[in-house]
């Protein structure tokens, strides 16, 4: 009985049911809850009615029909989705032998997030109930709904994770059957892989924030936070448990594979390859799906709420309609990425930049028009919407400059110019990250010239070019931001910060295409995999001459090609953080200001203003609170990288092992690959709790500690020491893995030379900073946003620095108490990652791989 | 149970019984006993009806015992010095090349037509019993007479070498693609022997470091001595790439 109930909760099936029995419960909830009055409400200027906006007199029936539009436009993503996917499913899947090996990395796959979803679960309950028990407002809707829709959050995020990685676990196989017969099959068919998770995303992201305003109206401040933390906590745990399996399983297989028995990468004799083919696709697809769609969500969520407090419903509903018209471009320019018979690398990336500047031209297009045709700011609006005169100079929207209002009076194009902000930073960023990780440019060529001198010299070169790639990267973003609020200069902070928003939601419009890049680079990895384990040479040459050889080659150049979109995306991943977390902050002084979330749409300008001037780091407890925040990212980091080791550590040991077995080493037995799996899972699983704390519980433990300005300083330190830290492991690892891939295609020496040699040491530093840590900072910068956000009800009421005289005693003791319950958890994270394991690094003594 | 006789050549010279067949012998050499070969390991299969009496083979059969419980003889040492040139050109058999992961390619002699010899400079890594690299204008067959001919100051009786790929943009330095150790040194050794009145042969390095070495090979490999030449060629890149694809795949890296 005990092991059939610890078999139905370890099931992922069950999870993903109680989970969503859970926010069906909270969502009825919303509607239903004892304590909503719809009538004192509205008596009060705050009451709850589901769906008021169909019967508020203040949208137009155009409106309306417009947010039924974009309902329709997110589930024609989600119907293209389910196209392609039935496409891919149809594919060739190769032989008997190509099958069983695309079976193993799939069944492990699957294995991973089971046991993800068996140790979140219950953490994503506890964290539901927390929620709703630690609502400070008056209206029980919002208790109900931020709770449901948090879940809903975290459901959407982990479905995108897993569908992206079921995909691509199914698309790998067919890629390597597809590379057989032609070149344009194999590379559309990875492409479209992983497009079926770029729309994913943009379906549900849409889906979901359209829905949550339909409901609440502008009420939706609080649900929206819930459904945008929901996603981005998810997004943590899958980024950072598949960036620690991934790279365990990477430096293990490489260390005993490479370095010790001087195997080749994906030899089937290594007992790591299955882990490590696992591990691309729970990292680069699962993860990085998760971490784009919470950054897609967390700029709509900032986007609408600021949008209410300064455009009023127009700057709720525009953004909305923006994500419309980028899901229509998404689905025009992914379907227009092909590539011929006799294309190579170099076609197929351009065909691949063809699509996203397709898609950027038709969603640029479509929203310079919508702005043109929806962006009027008449006397009637004003006089309902009375904040919307602090956007405009004077109060008034006549006074606007010609560059925003085109002449015509009432016309505001300043959303629709800080989305093109956005759209220009999305791709400069792709540019500057490509110029500092791609071969054909100086700084990784320096790198691999920096090789011929040794270890040492590339390490060296590599913490130059990670850093210079950072100063680029910030400027790039401190340009956009600064063009977001040259656009906005003379208005209140609110508004600034709801162009800044707007910079966030052009630059994910064309999510489909960035999640499509990124995707395709494991799933072309993987194929090659299979393709090297799974090939009969003979036997295909036997039936076409040349065969072999010509299919080897399209996998490499997909493969290669998938490297460069990979590493290309992640410059949008981490600026999009960064946009997300700079809009947020103005929502966190907003609610300073007015003391509770409820009451954010009644803030005046000269709150906002005074709680502002309030931040600043002459205040010696908000400067204190901006060097923890700055110190937050290290912390973090190192606690990831800590894992990495590890978990490395006992797959060298288990590998080790194996390979003491003879009939391993000959190939005539096959290598016990579910065990590395399973150590992979396991550790990655007990490992991601430590980091997922302390994302958690430290920004709360400053807000209790130290009061809401702390954490306010907090903020921003960790937003600018994460960026900052962020960009640079990526880069640099990037760099180093590229500089490596160079020296391996025939410079100073190639493959098994000693500036290779050195290169291999460049891309082992390099790879927990770029796929593990690095990443990993995205989404806990935003998680940390989000806690921040809210749990400030709580820290206004309960911190123990800032009470006011007439507060009652009890609640500093409670500051205090929650205190002492966060130090705790922070003393035990902190102790977790550094303890030693019996099987770790330092005690292999005597684990020879020889040794008999 | 068959016992084979092996000659090993690369890294140590030895002369070895053993009842494993060529793969499995190669794989043990590399991965499967204590004493690991790092890197590239060649070695010949012999006749077991060797000419010389140098070598004590009478009780061959009484020393490559199988184990008591019945399992092969990996290994039984016969000599561990100047082996090589007690074996006759034609007592050699297949060369095997194991790549430092156990992966075994024989490759067998066929006749060397010194009329295809191309003029320049060449690449000769030897490999038994010296092992010194060296650029030399002289053809393998030239070369392989030249340093076995007695008369001269310094000669063996028998020499193993290879051929070594030596790739050159138009400038004349060594194009990047192959893991020259001494890249500075070789082209400079290079243009001592474009001096007429100079050597035909010059030393790069005593011992060098031979990184990827199956992926350096040109010609093949070459077996001297005064009575002749003996040539084992390389496989094609494209019989390598198909009919040979693991062990091509094992030996880029080391």
Redesign the interface.
């Known amino acids: 009985m005990r092991a059939q109930l610890r078999a139905l909760f370890s099931s992922r099936r069950f999870t993903n049911l109680y989970l969503s029995a859970f926010a069906g419960l909270f969502l009825l909830g919303a509607f239903f809850a004892p304590g909503h009055n719809a009538q004192a409400g509205s008596e009060a200027g705050h009451g709850f009615v589901p769906f008021a906006l169909f019967s508020d007199p203040r949208y137009s029936t155009l409106e309306v029909s417009a947010l039924m539009a974009i309902l329709g436009v997110a589930i024609a993503g989600l119907l293209y989705a389910a196209l392609l996917a039935r496409q891919v499913y149809a594919a060739d899947t190769g032989t008997a032998k190509m099958q069983e090996i695309a079976l193993a990395v799939r069944e492990g796959a699957n294995a991973y997030l089971a046991a993800q979803f068996k140790r979140v679960g219950p953490l994503i309950v506890i964290v539901t109930i927390v929620l709703f028990a630690t609502y400070t407002g008056a209206e029980s809707a919002f208790q109900w709904g931020r709770a449901g829709a948090f879940l809903i959050g975290a459901l959407f995020s982990s479905t995108v994770g897993f569908v992206g990685m079921r995909l691509a676990t199914a698309g790998n196989l067919r890629v390597a059957a597809a590379a057989r017969h032609s070149y344009g099959e194999a590379m559309q068919l990875g492409y479209r892989t992983g497009t079926v998770t770029g729309m994913l995303t943009d379906g549900l992201g849409l889906l979901g924030g359209t829905i949550i305003f339909l409901i609440y109206g502008e009420q939706a401040y609080e649900a929206l936070l819930g459904f945008g933390f929901g996603g981005t906590l998810l997004a943590l745990f899958m980024r950072v448990g598949g960036g620690i399996y991934t790279k365990a399983a990477d430096v293990g297989a490489d260390l005993v594979g ?1 370095i010790e ?4 990468e994906d ?1 089937p ?1 290594n007992a790591a390859t299955i882990a490590d083919n696992v591990g691309d696709n729970v990292g680069d697809c699962a993860g990085m799906a998760a971490d784009i769609f919470e950054s897609y969500e967390v700029t709509i969520v900032a986007a609408m709420i600021l949008g209410m407090a300064s455009f009023g419903h127009k700057g709720v509903i525009f953004p909305l309609l923006v994500r419309g018209i980028g899901v229509l471009g998404s689905i025009l320019s992914t379907y227009t990425v092909k590539a011929g018979k006799g294309d190579t690398s170099d076609t197929a990336l351009h065909s691949v930049h063809r699509g996203f500047w397709i898609g950027s031209v038709v969603s640029v297009v479509g929203f310079m028009a919508l702005g043109f045709a929806y962006l009027r700011f008449d006397a009637n609006y004003i006089a309902t919407n009375p904040m919307v005169k602090a956007g405009f100079p004077n109060g008034d929207p006549a006074q606007l400059g010609v560059w925003a209002n085109l002449g015509i009076v009432g016309l505001d194009m300043r959303p629709a110019l800080t989305c093109l902000i956005g759209v220009v930073l999305a791709i400069v960023l792709n540019k500057v990250t490509s110029y500092f990780t791609h071969t054909k440019h100086e700084p990784v060529q320096s790198l691999a010239r920096a090789c011929q001198t040794g270890h040492a010299t590339n390490i060296i070169q590599g913490f130059a070019v990670g850093y210079e790639s950072t100063v680029a990267t910030l400027m790039v973003i401190a340009g956009a931001l600064f063009a977001a609020v040259l656009c906005y200069t003379g208005t209140p902070p609110m508004f600034v910060a709801y162009g800044v928003a707007m910079a966030g939601i052009g630059m994910l419009t064309l999510t489909g295409n960035t999640i499509s890049m990124d995707v395709f680079g494991p799933v072309a990895d993987n194929a090659n995999g299979i393709g ?1 384990m799974g090939y009969e ?2 036997e295909m ?1 036997k039936a076409e001459p040349g065969s ?2 010509r299919a ?1 080659q399209i996998l490499a150049d997909l493969d290669a090609v998938g490297n460069t979109t990979k590493a290309e995306t992640k410059g949008i991943a981490i600026g999009s953080a960064v946009i997300a977390a700079v809009s947020l902050f103005s929502s966190f002084i907003a609610v300073i200001a007015v003391g509770s979330e409820d009451n954010i749409r009644d803030m005046t300008i000269a709150q906002y203003l005074a709680e502002a001037g309030k931040m600043t780091v002459a205040e010696p407890i908000v400067f204190i609170g901006m060097l923890i925040g700055g110190a937050v990212p290290f912390l973090f980091s190192s606690m990831l990288i800590r894992a990495v080791g590890r978990a490395a550590s006992q797959i060298v040991n288990e590998c080790r092992l194996q390979f003491r077995d ?1 009939k391993i ?2 190939g005539e037995k096959r290598p016990d690959y579910a065990r590395v799996v399973n150590i992979c899972t396991k550790t990655a699983q007990k490992e991601l709790v430590g980091p997922g704390l302390l994302a958690i519980i430290i920004p709360m433990l400053v807000g209790f500690l130290l009061g809401p300005y702390a954490v306010g300083g907090f903020l921003a330190g960790m937003i600018l020491v994460g960026q900052l830290l962020a960009v640079f492991m990526s880069n640099a690892g990037g760099a180093w893995d590229n500089a490596k891939k160079l020296i391996e295609d ?9 500036a ?1 040699k050195a290169a291999v040491t460049g891309d082992t530093v390099g790879d927990p900073l770029k796929d593990t840590a690095g990443p990993a900072i995205n989404p806990l910068i935003k998680v940390m946003n989000m806690v921040s956000l809210l749990s400030l009800g709580l820290v206004l009421r309960y911190n123990v620095f800032l009470q006011p005289a007439d507060a009652p005693a009890t609640h500093r003791v409670v500051g205090i108490l929650a205190a002492i319950v966060g130090i705790a958890v922070v003393s035990w994270a902190i102790w977790q990652s550094k303890r030693e394991t019996g099987d770790g690094l330092g005690s292999t003594a005597g684990h020879s791989p ?3 | 149970m068959d016992t084979h006789l092996y000659l090993s050549c690369f890294r140590s010279e030895a002369l070895i019984a053993s009842h494993l067949d060529p793969e ?1 012998f190669g ?1 043990y050499m590399a ?4 004493k ?1 070969t790092r ?1 590239a390991y060649l070695f010949f299969e012999v006749t077991k009806n060797l000419k010389t009496s140098f070598f004590k083979l009478s009780d061959l059969a009484e020393r490559c015992k199988p184990h008591s419980d019945g399992r092969p003889r990996s290994s039984k040492y016969v000599s561990v010095y100047r082996v090589l040139e007690h074996v006759e050109l034609n007592e050699l058999g297949t060369l095997y090349l194991v ?4 992966r075994t390619l024989g490759i067998d002699a066929k006749p060397y037509d010194t009329s295809k010899e191309e003029h320049g400079v060449n690449l000769y890594q030897q490999l038994c019993p010296l092992v010194p690299l060296i650029v030399s204008s002289q053809s393998p067959a030239q070369f392989g007479k030249f340093i076995t001919n007695s008369q001269n100051a310094i000669s063996v009786p028998r020499m193993l070498f290879a051929d070594q790929l030596l790739d050159r943009e138009e400038d004349g330095s060594l194009s ?6 001494e ?1 500075a040194h070789i082209e400079q050794c290079i243009r001592e022997l474009a001096d007429p009145e100079g050597k035909q042969t010059k030393t790069v390095s005593r011992n060098p ?1 031979i ?2 070495f199956f ?1 350096t090979i040109r010609r093949g490999f070459f077996v001297a001595d005064p009575s002749g030449i003996k040539h084992y060629p390389f496989p094609s890149r ?1 019989s390598l ?3 040979h ?1 693991k062990w091509w ?2 030996v ?3």
């Not at chain 1, 028995?261 to 080749?264: A, G, L």
């Not at chain 2, 991965?31 to 204590?34: L, P, S, Y």
């Not at chain 2, 790549?99 to 156990?102: E, L």
Request: no cysteine; net charge positive.
């Open positions: 490479k028995q001087s195997i080749p030899d004799r090297e040479p003979m040459e072999y050889k080897r003879p080493v000959s025939g410079v100073y020496g190639g493959k098994g030379s000693e290779h020889s040794a008999k | 499995s794989r991965v499967g006993t204590h690991l890197g790549s430092a992961d156990g990047g693609h192959l893991p020259y150790a890249r470091n990184m990827a992926r494209e790439e198909i009919e694809a795949r094992s880029q890296f080391g």
